[in-house]
């Protein structure tokens, strides 16, 4: 009898188990290693006898303790047949831990642990004791052999024969199949191509690594470091594993040791260790010797391996001391630390393996990186068929494996490829075929089916499952991965054990301190049961399973003392958020399905809360990972919808999975979306997830672990993906079998805009199999080829290709930059119609049209190389741009290419910059060009390297590229000869030439005949070679310029210079700055045709008249800078004595003293032929002006002398045949004083015709002004004397007027301050006088009253802020008395504004006339008031009535009023309590008696409108006095057809009668209401119906303005009272007046009566469809109506459709505006189509509706004869539409302004053959114009000689516009303003715009913000030409003086 069973007394139950495990020997082995993982049993199972094994087994189990015998206990009843009644024997004696004996009662034998190794230490020698040395090395040989040999069997032990997989049952070995290496680092380690065949995906990838690429002899070679990265589940710990069985099976001999640790049990350790430690204590310790062992060890390192498992599970943090030596201890990943860096063992191999992420820093940066993939198709093909021995269910679950796609992809994990094989072989036998696509849906279900697959049969363990989960929960939390006995129940520990869950193993917590443990079988696992018992746990609510679906970012850091353990805890809860698992959830929760369903609800909607926000790569990864764990289609598509276009993912790594899992997501999206995928590492199958994906439009990879394979697997996947215009591999390592696969992919692409392989160490034969290919991509328009590696015979045949192929369009390259750009033809022959030879015809215009663009920049092109380019380039297209810049041509190669330019048909630039040209080398290019026809500019520069050519397109090329019509080819014929062609320019700068250079340039330019400009600017000629270039310029031809500056000249130079200039007939301008050494000579394109005797037709405005009787062009000299002497000035003046006139001469001396002057000026009778002599900024002495003045009289010809403060004096010069007028004289700022004005005016006394005298900015004082006035009757002036800045005070201002009587001949004057402008004219002509801030005080009122009662002939009189107050103003109203006549007075004081309307009213009151209009501004803050004087009468009875005694009668008070209205009264804003407020408050009345003043409505001009009032307007004016101030309408006054006559004028009331609102009303009883303005107003609740009452009043109410007006709910009571019985009138408008359906019906009943309406505008009133039927509907009547406006409504195309109805029964109809009303094309269509019916329509404006170009059709058709304007912004128009519309109005004789912006017209603009002659502004802005179209269209500006603003900005312009703009600008004379902002246009085109308006153009500015011109070139530019407009704001251009 069994010890055991005789002390437990249960000897039948023992008996019982004995018998029973006998049976099962296998089984009770595999528990007993489960759960004594620490002990050998290995020589105890060597028993004979199997019933001896058994009992030695359970004794074994049995001493281990109760925990350990209960749960072996619980495996023995649920995974064994046991017999129901032992079962219960068993349980009921051993399941509950009764009668379980103590270890001592057992006869266990105890054994001592032995003691705790400290250290190891070498053994000492001594001399006496020791052996010999050589007898000591064999015995430490000896000793490491027995221990290597028992390192290896230990192995065998433990890793030896099949390895079970984790989760699967005994019954379910399987071989081990590797799973996917590849090198994660760009240079391996080792050659990876050993083996392998050249060209497969093994060699190129660094992919699919075998055991000998990891540890063969050469990888010696490489890093000895290696680490291995993978996800969870690719398998990391079982590759480590079935390392060390290969290891002991002796298949890496090269090792003699291999250690394998896993961090998560070096976790456990609570000490330091020593290498000994860890080597020995920890894993196998020598039985002896092992100080012998270490020394072999370390002497053999080469030979040890060391594998760490789980790196990224290392808790502590390594210190930042190392470990100096194997005595030192330290924590484990110290240890690691010091075996990687080498301190530790040095020269032994380190493997590591860990997850994705931020490695730690003790790793080297050198270390070789791996990444797992897992498994692939065929890996997982073959571990299927090896996990299914059976052959039928290997066959039947490869065929469920193949048709389900999404399983197949799961299977790419090895772990889950286990899981998946285990479902299937439970499912196989009652699965019909393609169910598992089904039941296998998700990673979690798979799980699922796991749990019950394991399951038996009928058993649903709930209870231990939700246990389990709770343990591993408990452990997450916890950051707890290994579990001890007491941390597990024992069932529960059963259970797992029983399925798989749970493995076991030894647990070293310190040396020699070894415990069981026990884990869950994978990570993953233990999180679905964590995730199940979120679920299914009632202790766990909604907002705490919230809390856990959250996302993990990838990018992980390794300093936080807790590990993640999390990654796929979301996962699993979005799969068991699935509808699927909700029957599981209920059984395992025993839940209801409402409870259960509200969990996974609060899963759903955390998901929901995460797919809308803004998430990182790895994030988004995550997320797309648990939306399809959830099968929720809704999920799927708000997440989709969240997805930003542009989605990156930089630097972690993507598995097949992640990528079906977003393709999953993406196919729910309906936008596109660009992937962009930096830096991570791929899987080499990955684009494989991503076919079928039709919504990516954008698809880039850049990373170095893309290889063959990875490019074969993209090959596959990018036809199926119908979207995709750009591809991008970059940085990858394709090679040629990669290339040959993408190649046969790309023209299966049909959308393909742009590809990119750069950086991808191409080679020529892939670069040139790449290129062959673009003409079976029809959409591409981009190719990067860039950083790869191109020789030069790659790119000679790149070049070729590029010549040949007809979709290339530019060929760039740039030392390592290769890009090709594409666009499409237009049409080719093939798909044309017609005949053959109309095809050929076409295809041939294809070929002639197409341009090529070549940059072959620093390629190291030599002299050989760029002959063979010049003959590919002579057989091939036109060439748009050449640029060989940055070669080694030298001069050979740079003449060579210079004399093939004219064959190869460049159209625009060719450049040889920085190609080694010398001095010598630049004649030879010069006269290799100097015969090509169309060369427009030459630029050489020899310090900078430069040499450009540019080029004009040939007139046949301009044909073919621009395809204009015929009508546009004889306007080009008819232009040609008015603007001659542009003449090329050369430019030689920085060159250093010299004078002994000249001939050779000069003879190699003498040549040319076509010579334009020609630069030679900053060399070095001197005084030598210009006077030599002088010599040489007749040879040269008629240049329009010539640049010398810079080039060290003398004043001598300036004098040859200036012969030259005199002499030669081409040269109109010689400009020389001295000091600066600025010197040009400029011609021009008339004094060429002057040349050549053929003129230009030109206006009589561009031609002068000279001296000659015959057209003569302008000549002009400027010396600046220069001190100039009395011989110098001879000098000059000798040497411009022959030169024809006109002639301008301008000087800028540093100094002009008396005698020079007077030289130059006795000089002038020589030189008949000057009109302009001007000295600029030049200091001359205080006697000048006499000298000047003098010069009036003495000479003649002297037209105008102009001198300002003594340095600028400019005289202007008439021809001798011109007829007499006027001379001017101006001497401002010369410091005159009184003492000179006598002289001065006896000088000029003698000039007969003097018409002006300026005498500005001087020191006359009161004095000078009286001595003046004294002298101004003899002075002959017959125009304008100014006084300005001379320090007049008021005494002198009322001088002025006590003279103005004396001085009839003075018909203005003007004081300001102490700047005075009286003016004479002999012609009696009304006069006018302006007061400026003289500061007048009370006593001036009398004396400047008198003097202006004195000067009859005054007729306007203004006082601006004066310093008048209300009582100084009053008093001069007073006492002002004239004679019969009209003066009108106008007052500005800064105290109006405040002083109120009746206040102001009573001042007016007082003046002595009759005052026949009132205009008050507070916004100007001004007084206007017209009074008319009656026959003057006796004055002291005009005393008397003025200040009438308190017993006069009151008829001669009545007499002496004089404030009479006309019956026009114009109301001021109504939030004005006293005064006007806001601007253009106004005020207007006049007598209706007054025949001089019509019945118009009063204005003011320049006003604002009522829109531009303020919106804060004080406290609501209360209207009531409003609305008594209104006549009656019993009024005679009303009911009188005819105003009263002139002789009986009516009576009106004394001033008194503005005091209150009963005598306002009594005063407006005389006079009807004709127009009522009351814009902009704040109407108060209470003033609406007197105001209403009011209105009801005015029968003959002409005109009625209530715009911008808020009447709120009581705008119908307003409107019917202002409505009603309203005949008469004429305009009405209530804009901006929000208009409900109510009052909409009351405008519309009073607009049934209005039959004499002419204006109707009801803008921005909120006008529906239905409220237009009845706007309709009313105005049926208004057949008078000439203005509708209803834009900024709703009326939509059935308003529309209602208006086209009644628009023929308005055929008055002059202005229409419907903007911004909805209109669609069915409304559209109708209305225009009524329009044809309206003969006298002018003004039609339509934008800002949907119109289209059906709109734009019926529209052309039916044009009213008589539009002036038409507005069709932003209306959606074609091209159709636009051209047909063009059609329509080319000739329409009264269209003065036309706009069609913001419509996508594609550059299909409207052009005219017959021209619009009263267009006045185009507006094309934002309509997509290119250079093409803007050729078309500058030409039919030349059509339209009244146009004088163009608007073109926010377009596609470019120089090529500008070009053409820069020529027709001179030629329209009345153009004012180009708008070309928002551009493309540079600086030099900005330049020829500069140049078109140097030729006379009267542009006013051009605006060119925002193109691309550089800050500093814009303002060069606009230094020299200010009309150029470079700022965001518009500058504001003061007018000229005089305008």
């Known amino acids: 009898m069994d010890p055991i069973s005789s002390r437990l007394g249960t000897k039948n139950q023992w008996g019982w188990l004995v018998s029973l495990l006998s049976n099962d020997p296998e089984w009770l082995s595999a528990k007993v290693k489960f759960f004594l993982p620490n002990i050998d049993l290995g020589s105890r199972n060597e028993a004979p006898d199997p019933t001896q094994r058994v009992l030695l087994q359970l004794r074994e189990l049995h001493t281990q303790g109760l925990a350990t015998w209960q749960a072996f206990i619980h495996c023995v009843c649920m995974e064994l047949e046991v017999p129901l009644e032992l079962e219960v024997q068993l349980l009921s004696t051993w399941g509950h831990g009764d009668g379980f004996p103590s270890p001592s009662e057992t006869g266990a034998e105890s054994q001592p642990e032995p003691p705790l190794h400290h250290g190891l230490k070498r053994p000492r020698q001594s001399c006496g004791s020791s052996p010999r040395r050589k007898q000591f090395r064999r015995q430490q040989l000896e000793l490491a052999k027995r221990y290597l040999q028992r390192l290896r069997t230990s192995a065998q032990q433990r890793y030896g024969g099949e390895l079970p997989g984790p989760g699967q049952p005994l019954a379910f070995h399987q071989a081990y199949v590797p799973p996917i290496l590849q090198w994660s680092r760009a240079t391996a380690p080792f050659s990876t191509q050993e083996g392998a065949a050249p060209g497969s995906p093994r060699a190129e990838d660094g992919a699919d690594l075998s055991l000998q690429d990891l540890f063969g002899p050469r990888a010696d070679k490489g890093p000895r470091v290696m680490v291995l990265l993978g996800k969870a589940g690719m398998g990391k710990t079982t590759l480590t594993r079935w390392l060390c069985q290969k290891w002991a099976d002796g298949q890496l001999d090269r090792f003699?040791?291999?250690?394998?640790?896993?961090?998560?049990?070096?976790?456990?350790?609570?000490?330091?260790?020593?290498?000994?430690?860890?080597?020995?204590?920890?894993?196998?310790?020598?039985?002896?010797?092992?100080?012998?062992?270490?020394?072999?060890?370390?002497?053999?390192?080469?030979?040890?391996?060391?594998?760490?498992?789980?790196?990224?599970?290392?808790?502590?943090?390594?210190?930042?001391?190392?470990?100096?030596?194997?005595?030192?201890?330290?924590?484990?990943?110290?240890?690691?630390?010091?075996?990687?860096?080498?301190?530790l063992l040095p020269g032994c191999r380190v493997m590591a393996t860990s997850r994705p992420g931020k490695l730690p820093d003790c790793l080297p940066t050198e270390a070789a990186t791996i990444h797992l993939w897992?498994?692939?198709?065929?890996?997982?093909?073959?571990?299927?068929?090896?996990?299914?021995?059976?052959?039928?269910?290997?066959?039947?679950?490869?065929?469920?494996?193949?048709?389900?796609?999404?399983?197949?992809?799961?299977?790419?994990?090895?772990?889950?490829?286990?899981?998946?094989?285990?479902?299937?072989?439970?499912?196989?036998?009652?699965?019909?075929?393609?169910?598992?696509?089904?039941?296998?849906?998700?990673?979690?279900?798979?799980?699922?089916?796991?749990?019950?697959?394991?399951?038996p049969r009928g058993y649903r363990p709930a209870e231990a499952l939700r246990g389990l989960g709770e343990v591993a929960l408990r452990g997450l939390e916890t950051g707890k991965v290994i579990f001890s006995a007491g941390d597990i129940p024992p069932a529960m520990m059963a259970f797992g054990a029983a399925l798989g869950l749970l493995t076991s193993f030894c647990v070293c917590t310190g040396p020699w301190q070894q415990e069981p443990g026990y884990a869950f079988t994978h990570l993953s696992l233990q999180?679905?049961?964590?995730?199940?018992?979120?679920?299914?746990?009632?202790?766990?609510?909604?907002?705490?399973?919230?809390?856990?679906?959250?996302?993990?970012?990838?990018?992980?850091?390794?300093?936080?003392?807790?590990?993640?353990?999390?990654?796929?805890?979301?996962?699993?809860?979005?799969?068991?958020?699935?509808?699927?698992?909700?029957?599981?959830?209920?059984?395992?929760?025993?839940?209801?399905?409402?409870?259960?369903?509200?969990?996974?609800?609060?899963?759903?909607?955390?998901?929901?809360?995460?797919?809308?926000?803004?998430?990182?790569?790895?994030?988004?990864?995550?997320?797309?990972?648990?939306?399809?764990?959830?099968?929720?289609?809704?999920l799927a598509s708000l997440m989709a919808r969240s997805l930003p276009c542009q989605l990156p993912f930089h630097n972690f790594p993507l598995t097949y999975a992640d990528l079906a899992a977003l393709?999953?997501?993406?196919?729910?999206?309906?936008?596109?979306?660009?992937?962009?995928?930096?830096?991570?590492?791929?899987?080499?199958?990955?684009p494989e997830a991503l076919a079928g994906c039709g919504r990516v439009e954008s698809l880039s990879f850049k990373s170095r672990k893309c290889g063959d394979a990875f490019a074969e697997a993209l090959s596959r996947s990018l036809p199926t993906m119908g979207s995709l215009k750009k591809l991008g591999l970059a940085g990858s390592k394709i090679t040629a079998r990669g290339i040959y696969h993408l190649v046969q992919a790309l023209p299966l692409c049909p959308h393909l805009e742009e590809v990119s392989f750069q950086d991808n160490q191409?080679?020529?034969?892939?670069?040139?199999?790449?290129?062959?290919?673009?003409?079976?991509?029809?959409?591409?328009?981009?190719?990067?080829?860039?950083?790869?590696?191109?020789?030069?015979?790659?790119?000679?045949?790149?070049?070729?290709?590029?010549?040949?192929?007809?979709?290339?369009?530019?060929?760039?390259?740039?030392?390592?930059?290769?890009?090709?750009?594409?666009?499409?033809?237009?049409?080719?022959?093939?798909?044309?119609?017609?005949?053959?030879?109309?095809?050929?015809?076409?295809?041939?215009?294809?070929?002639?049209?197409?341009?090529?663009?070549?940059?072959?920049?620093?390629?190291?092109?030599?002299?050989?190389?760029?002959?063979?380019?010049?003959?590919?380039?002579?057989?091939?297209?036109?060439?748009?741009?050449?640029?060989?810049?940055?070669?080694?041509?030298?001069?050979?190669?740079?003449?060579?290419?210079?004399?093939?330019?004219?064959?190869?048909?460049?159209?625009?630039?060719?450049?040889?910059?920085?190609?080694?040209?010398?001095?010598?080398?630049?004649?030879?290019?010069?006269?290799?060009?100097?015969?090509?026809?169309?060369?427009?500019?030459?630029?050489i520069s020899l310090m900078h390297k430069t040499v450009v050519l540019m080029f004009a397109p040939e007139p046949e090329e301009q044909e073919g590229t621009q395809e204009r019509a015929a009508f546009l080819d004889s306007l080009t014929f008819r232009m040609s000869s008015e603007l001659p062609p542009s003449s090329p320019r050369i430019r030689l700068t920085h060159c250093g030439l010299q004078a002994e250079h000249l001939e050779q340039l000069c003879k190699a330019l003498e040549g040319s005949c076509r010579l334009g400009h020609l630069d030679l600017s900053r060399n070095a000629l001197g005084d030598q070679g210009a006077a030599q270039l002088a010599r040489w310029l007749p040879a040269l031809g008629a240049l329009q310029s010539l640049n010398l500056s810079e080039n060290r000249l003398s004043l001598d130079a300036v004098f040859s210079l200036a012969q030259c200039f005199s002499a030669v007939p081409w040269v109109l301008q010689l400009d020389i700055s001295f000091e600066s050494q600025h010197v040009v000579l400029r011609g021009g394109r008339r004094a060429r045709h002057l040349l050549a005797r053929s003129p230009p037709p030109e206006s009589p405005a561009q031609a002068q008249s000279s001296g000659f009787g015959q057209r003569c062009v302008p000549r002009s000299f400027c010396l600046r800078e220069c001190r100039l002497e009395a011989l110098s000035l001879t000098h000059l003046c000798e040497a411009l004595e022959t030169c024809p006139g006109p002639l301008e001469v301008r000087l800028s001396c540093v100094v002009l003293g008396d005698q020079s002057l007077d030289t130059l000026l006795g000089h002038l009778p020589r030189l008949p032929q000057l009109s302009l002599l001007q000295l600029s900024q030049t200091p001359l002495s205080l006697g000048s002006p006499f000298l000047l003045a003098q010069l009036l009289s003495l000479c003649p010809r002297v037209e105008k002398v102009d001198l300002r403060s003594l340095h600028d004096a400019t005289l202007h010069f008439k021809s001798s045949e011109e007829q007499k007028g006027g001379r001017c004289g101006r001497f401002t700022g010369c410091g005159l004083s009184q003492m000179h004005v006598e002289p001065l005016c006896e000088l000029l006394r003698k000039c007969e015709d003097l018409s002006q005298l300026d005498?500005?900015?001087?020191?006359?004082?009161?004095?000078?002004?009286?001595?003046?006035?004294?002298?101004?009757?003899?002075?002959?002036?017959?125009?304008?004397?100014?006084?300005?800045?001379?320090?007049?005070?008021?005494?002198?201002?009322?001088?002025?007027?006590?003279?103005?009587?004396?001085?009839?001949?003075?018909?203005?004057?003007?004081?300001?301050?102490?700047?005075?402008?009286?003016?004479?004219?002999?012609?009696?002509?009304?006069?006018?006088?302006?007061?400026?801030?003289?500061?007048?005080?009370?006593?001036?009122?009398?004396?400047?009253?008198?003097?202006?009662?004195?000067?009859?002939?005054?007729?306007?009189?203004?006082?601006?802020?004066?310093?008048?107050?209300?009582?100084?103003?009053?008093?001069?109203?007073?006492?002002?008395?004239?004679?019969?006549?009209?003066?009108?007075?106008?007052?500005?004081?800064?105290?109006?504004?405040?002083?109120?309307v009746l206040t102001l009213l009573q001042v007016c009151a007082q003046a002595s006339g009759n005052v026949t209009e009132i205009s008050i501004s507070e916004s100007q803050q001004q007084l206007c008031l017209q009074l008319k004087f009656p026959r003057q009468e006796n004055p002291e009875a005009v005393a008397r009535r003025w200040d009438p005694e308190p017993g006069a009668p009151r008829e001669r008070l009545g007499m002496g009023w004089g404030l009479?209205?006309?019956?026009?009264?114009?109301?001021?804003?109504?939030?004005?309590?006293?005064?006007?407020?806001?601007?253009?408050?106004?005020?207007?009345?006049?007598?209706?008696?007054?025949?001089?003043?019509?019945?118009?409505?009063?204005?003011?001009?320049?006003?604002?409108?009522?829109?531009?009032?303020?919106?804060?307007?004080?406290a609501p004016f209360d209207l009531r006095a409003f609305a008594q101030a209104v006549p009656p309408p019993r009024c005679p006054l009303l009911s009188s057809p005819r105003p009263p006559p002139a002789s009986h004028p009516l009576p009106c009331p004394p001033p008194s009668a503005f005091r209150a609102p009963k005598t306002q009303s009594s005063c407006l009883t005389c006079c009807p209401l004709t127009p009522t303005r009351l814009a902009s107003s704040c109407v108060s609740s209470e003033g609406l119906a007197p105001l209403a009452s009011g209105l009801s009043r005015c029968r003959h109410l002409e005109e009625l303005d209530l715009s911008n007006n808020q009447l709120g709910e009581e705008a119908s009571t307003v409107l019917a009272g202002a409505l009603e019985g309203k005949s008469w009138l004429r305009r009405l408008d209530l804009s901006h007046v929000p208009l409900d359906d109510s009052t909409l019906a009351v405008l519309a009943q009073g607009l049934s009566h209005m039959t004499r309406l002419q204006s109707l505008c009801l803008s921005g009133d909120d006008i529906g469809d239905v409220g237009c039927t009845r706007l309709a509907k009313a105005l049926?009547?208004?057949?008078?109506?000439?203005?509708?406006?209803?834009?900024?409504?709703?009326?939509?195309?059935?308003?529309?459709?209602?208006?086209?109805?009644?628009?023929?029964?308005?055929?008055?109809?002059?202005?229409?505006?419907?903007?911004?009303?909805?209109?669609?094309?069915?409304?559209?269509?109708?209305?225009?189509?009524?329009?044809?019916?309206?003969?006298?329509?002018?003004?039609?404006?339509?934008?800002?509706?949907?119109?289209?170009?059906?709109?734009?059709?019926?529209?052309?058709?039916?044009?009213?004869?008589?539009?002036?304007?038409?507005?069709?912004?932003?209306?959606?128009?074609?091209?159709?539409?636009?051209?047909?519309?063009?059609?329509?109005?080319?000739?329409?004789?009264?269209?003065?302004?036309?706009?069609?912006?913001?419509?996508?017209?594609?550059?299909?603009?409207?052009?005219?053959?017959?021209?619009?002659?009263?267009?006045?502004?185009?507006?094309?802005?934002?309509?997509?114009?290119?250079?093409?179209?803007?050729?078309?269209?500058?030409?039919?500006?030349?059509?339209?000689?009244?146009?004088?603003?163009?608007?073109?900005?926010?377009?596609?312009?470019?120089?090529?516009?500008?070009?053409?703009?820069?020529?027709?600008?001179?030629?329209?004379?009345?153009?004012?303003?180009?708008?070309?902002?928002?551009?493309?246009?540079?600086?030099?085109?900005?330049?020829?715009?500069?140049?078109?308006?140097?030729?006379?153009?009267?542009?006013?500015?051009?605006?060119?913000?925002?193109?691309?011109?550089?800050?500093?070139?814009?303002?060069?530019?606009?230094?020299?030409?200010?009309?150029?407009?470079?700022?965001?704001?518009?500058?504001?251009?003061?007018?000229?003086?005089?305008?």
């Open 256 to 343: 003699q040791a291999l250690f394998l640790f896993e961090f998560r049990q070096l976790n456990l350790l609570a000490e330091a260790l020593t290498l000994p430690q860890l080597l020995f204590d920890l894993y196998l310790r020598p039985e002896e010797g092992p100080d012998a062992v270490l020394q072999y060890l370390e002497r053999n390192a080469k030979g040890v391996l060391l594998i760490f498992d789980g790196l990224e599970e290392a808790l502590h943090p390594h210190p930042r001391g190392e470990t100096s030596g194997p005595e030192a201890p330290g924590p484990a990943l110290a240890l690691f630390s010091g075996l990687c860096r080498g301190t």
């Open 374 to 455: 897992g498994f692939d198709g065929p890996r997982v093909e073959e571990y299927v068929g090896r996990f299914f021995s059976n052959q039928p269910a290997r066959e039947a679950a490869l065929a469920e494996l193949r048709a389900n796609r999404h399983l197949r992809s799961m299977c790419a994990a090895p772990a889950l490829c286990r899981i998946a094989c285990l479902c299937l072989h439970h499912l196989l036998p009652d699965l019909s075929p393609g169910q598992s696509a089904a039941l296998l849906p998700t990673v979690t279900q798979n799980y699922v089916q796991m749990v019950l697959a394991l399951s």
């Open 527 to 634: 999180e679905f049961l964590a995730a199940l018992h979120l679920m299914a746990s009632p202790e766990v609510d909604k907002d705490a399973l919230a809390r856990h679906v959250t996302l993990n970012s990838r990018w992980l850091l390794r300093t936080k003392a807790r590990l993640g353990l999390w990654d796929h805890l979301p996962a699993f809860l979005a799969g068991l958020a699935s509808s699927a698992c909700r029957p599981f959830l209920r059984h395992l929760a025993e839940r209801g399905e409402a409870w259960v369903g509200a969990k996974q609800a609060a899963v759903i909607q955390a998901l929901k809360k995460l797919a809308t926000r803004r998430l990182t790569g790895p994030k988004v990864v995550e997320l797309c990972r648990c939306v399809g764990e959830t099968q929720e289609p809704e």
């Open 663 to 686: 393709t999953n997501v993406l196919g729910h999206r309906e936008a596109p979306i660009h992937l962009d995928f930096e830096g991570c590492p791929l899987e080499p199958r990955c």
């Open 762 to 939: 191409l080679k020529n034969q892939e670069l040139l199999s790449i290129v062959k290919v673009l003409p079976c991509l029809p959409t591409l328009r981009k190719l990067d080829l860039s950083h790869n590696n191109v020789s030069m015979a790659t790119l000679l045949g790149l070049t070729e290709v590029a010549v040949t192929c007809p979709t290339i369009r530019m060929l760039q390259v740039r030392e390592a930059d290769l890009i090709i750009l594409l666009s499409p033809p237009t049409e080719t022959a093939a798909e044309q119609p017609g005949s053959p030879a109309l095809r050929g015809n076409a295809g041939q215009k294809e070929a002639q049209s197409r341009s090529l663009a070549l940059r072959l920049q620093k390629c190291l092109l030599t002299v050989r190389d760029v002959e063979m380019l010049i003959a590919q380039l002579r057989e091939g297209p036109l060439l748009e741009e050449v640029d060989l810049s940055g070669n080694q041509l030298e001069d050979e190669g740079c003449r060579l290419v210079a004399e093939a330019a004219p064959q190869l048909r460049i159209a625009r630039k060719l450049d040889l910059s920085d190609n080694g040209l010398s001095v010598a080398g630049v004649p030879w290019v010069l006269r290799a060009v100097s015969t090509c026809r169309n060369l427009a500019d030459l630029h």
């Open 1255 to 1396: 005498l500005s900015a001087n020191q006359l004082g009161d004095g000078g002004l009286r001595c003046l006035l004294m002298c101004l009757p003899r002075l002959p002036i017959s125009g304008s004397l100014d006084l300005s800045g001379n320090s007049i005070s008021q005494e002198g201002a009322l001088c002025l007027m006590e003279t103005l009587p004396s001085c009839p001949r003075i018909r203005e004057a003007a004081v300001n301050l102490d700047r005075l402008h009286p003016g004479s004219a002999l012609c009696p002509l009304p006069s006018a006088l302006r007061l400026r801030e003289c500061s007048f005080r009370p006593e001036h009122m009398p004396r400047l009253a008198a003097g202006l009662s004195q000067a009859w002939h005054l007729t306007e009189l203004t006082l601006s802020r004066c310093c008048l107050g209300l009582q100084d103003l009053t008093l001069l109203l007073r006492l002002l008395r004239r004679p019969e006549g009209l003066l009108r007075l106008r007052v500005e004081e800064p105290w109006m504004g405040r002083a109120g």
């Open 1460 to 1514: 009479c209205f006309q019956p026009v009264f114009l109301v001021p804003p109504l939030g004005c309590p006293k005064s006007l407020r806001g601007p253009g408050g106004l005020l207007e009345s006049a007598c209706p008696c007054c025949p001089s003043r019509p019945r118009t409505p009063a204005s003011a001009p320049g006003l604002p409108s009522s829109s531009q009032f303020p919106k804060d307007h004080p």
């Open 1676 to 1939: 049926e009547a208004a057949t008078s109506l000439e203005e509708l406006g209803l834009s900024h409504n709703q009326i939509g195309d059935a308003g529309a459709q209602h208006l086209a109805a009644v628009m023929p029964g308005l055929p008055e109809l002059r202005r229409l505006d419907l903007s911004a009303n909805g209109i669609c094309p069915a409304g559209g269509v109708q209305l225009v189509e009524s329009l044809a019916l309206c003969k006298h329509l002018e003004e039609l404006m339509l934008g800002c509706n949907a119109l289209g170009d059906p709109t734009a059709l019926g529209l052309a058709r039916a044009l009213p004869p008589h539009l002036r304007v038409l507005h069709l912004r932003s209306s959606r128009l074609g091209p159709e539409g636009a051209l047909s519309l063009g059609r329509a109005l080319d000739g329409c004789p009264h269209l003065e302004e036309i706009s069609l912006a913001e419509n996508a017209l594609a550059g299909q603009v409207p052009h005219f053959r017959q021209g619009l002659p009263r267009l006045r502004q185009i507006d094309l802005v934002s309509c997509e114009i290119d250079d093409q179209a803007a050729k078309l269209l500058a030409a039919s500006f030349m059509l339209c000689p009244a146009l004088e603003e163009i608007l073109l900005s926010w377009n596609l312009l470019g120089d090529e516009a500008a070009a053409e703009l820069a020529q027709v600008l001179p030629r329209m004379q009345r153009l004012k303003s180009v708008d070309l902002e928002k551009n493309r246009i540079t600086a030099y085109g900005a330049w020829l715009l500069a140049e078109g308006l140097a030729q006379g153009s009267g542009i006013q500015v051009i605006r060119l913000w925002n193109n691309h011109i550089p800050p500093d070139a814009a303002q060069r530019l606009q230094s020299q030409e200010p009309r150029l407009d470079f700022a965001f704001f518009p500058n504001e251009r003061q007018a000229p003086r005089g305008t």
